[in-house]
């Protein structure tokens, strides 16, 4: 006999059904370190509607803390499920426990277009062989030039070397009393100083870190060479076209840099695509109808020509999430063409095929040329010091020297003193 069920009853059950789903929500989080936390959190709003159950918490930091944050949480079992790294960090973070191997999950939950279509997947392999991070993004770095003050000072050629970009810096200033080259100049954990020392290196010949003809690692450079650079630098500041004022900002990103390109203070900046398009964007908001004054071009070259890195970000997961497939799926998602198309444009995809199809247009043609000349990390990578510490390293080093903490010698001694310890 079928046995009568009342409207309490039945309000009852409902009840209990829905909060049993509630209680069965999932919830991981995602820590982002760029400027679009509006498009991400609408990227992540399309998500949680492909997955019913699954509730995302938007993380943001800047890139400068979020490194060393994020190996303090999971130290200690804590920090977000999914994480936004940049490309050289996941081997430096695998080896120390903080990221899950992906590795299982790649074999048996493929994604878009396959591993092998991913740009620079040999950077997220860790010494043990396992996978710690997906590739997400691509970029390099390019010269931008405010053509209207070029014009000003009667520069008449983008610089293609080395002291041509100096002259241009120093006749800017002294004809407009504007900013010339602008660069950040601190010496700060995740410091600009640090890609500006390589490329300088890396267009004339040397490199921090080389394979040795054993088969191991080995320092490239000299202390002259390391000198060299930091001269050479520091001379901007010494001559006044780059303000003193640099010494205390250490991000390519910041407001500073962004603010001088937009509104004419500054000729000369250096900085990835995302940054650019950010300087174009408040351009045209403030100056309806007006050609924005702006050309990129690739950075100056020595006798190996222009040489920037191969850039970019990746996506890992913390070995600490209790929800790993969930997290999974997240990185699954967001490395999606048409997720980097509609709510991530200021990069370029990390993959092969959607890079294929990408019209950079004239104003990013700079970035695109740059992008064939851009090394990888190679050596750096491969070998056994840190990227990380090196980094730190550079930044400490020009920094103590810019501010006459330390002769050019001590301080260009002790970083090469650091890299060889790191190297043994």
């Known amino acids: 006999m079928k046995k009568y069920v009342g409207p309490l009853i039945t309000m009852l059950a409902v ?34 509607a492909e997955n019913p159950g699954v509730k ?7 890139w400068g803390e979020s490194r060393a944050q994020f190996l303090r949480e999971a130290a200690v079992g804590e920090g977000p499920d999914v994480v936004h790294i940049a490309f050289v960090w996941p081997r430096d973070m695998g080896a120390a426990g903080a990221l899950l191997p992906l590795n299982d999950f790649l074999d048996n939950q493929p994604i878009q277009n396959g591993f092998d279509d991913f740009i620079a997947t040999e950077l997220a392999v860790g010494a043990d062989g396992n996978i710690y991070g997906v590739p997400w993004t691509t970029d390099t770095w390019a010269m931008v030039y405010r053509t209207d003050l070029l014009e000003q000072a009667g520069v008449t050629e983008i610089p293609g070397t080395w002291d041509a970009l ?6 800017i200033h002294e004809e407009t009393g504007k900013v010339g080259f602008g660069f950040p100049a601190g010496s700060a954990s995740s410091n600009t100083l640090w890609f500006l020392a390589n490329y300088y290196w890396w267009s004339n010949g040397p490199a921090l870190v080389v394979e040795s003809d054993g088969g191991g690692f080995e320092t490239g450079i000299t202390v002259d060479q ?18 003193e004022a640099m010494l205390g900002v250490n991000s390519w990103f910041d407001p500073s840099i962004l603010e001088g390109l937009t509104n004419g203070e500054q000729a000369i900046g250096i900085m990835p695509p995302q940054q650019f398009k950010q300087i174009l964007a408040s351009f045209e908001e403030r100056n309806p109808g ?10 100056p070259g020595g006798p190996e020509g222009p040489k920037t890195h191969l850039g970019g970000r990746m996506l890992g997961i913390n070995s600490n999430t209790e929800h ?8 699954e998602f967001m490395t999606r063409q048409e ?3 509609e709510y991530y444009g200021n990069q370029f995809p990390a993959q092969k095929t959607p890079l294929q199809s990408i019209e950079f247009g004239p104003a990013l043609g700079g970035f695109a040329e740059q992008l064939t000349l851009a090394r990888s990390w190679g ?6 010091a840190q990227i990380g510490s090196m980094w730190d390293d550079t930044g400490r080093a020009f920094g103590s020297a810019f501010i006459g903490e330390k002769s050019y010698e001590e301080a260009a001694t002790e970083l090469l003193q650091s890299v060889e310890d790191q190297l043994k």
């Open 15 to 48: 009840s209990t059904a829905s909060a049993t789903a509630a209680a069965q929500d999932i919830n991981i989080s995602f820590r982002f370190n760029d400027p679009e936390s509006q498009e991400m959190r609408a990227a992540l709003d399309q998500f949680e």
């Open 56 to 62: 995302v918490e938007l993380q943001t930091i800047a």
């Open 166 to 171: 100096r002259d241009a810096s120093r006749k």
């Open 226 to 243: 390391i000198v060299e650079a930091m001269q050479y630098y520091h001379s901007y500041l010494q001559e006044g076209h780059n303000p």
């Open 290 to 299: 007006v050609e924005p004054p702006f050309v990129t071009a690739t950075t």
């Open 324 to 331: 790993p497939e969930i997290a999974w799926k997240l990185v």
């Open 339 to 341: 997720v980097l198309v």
């Open 379 to 384: 050596a750096y990578s491969d070998g056994p």
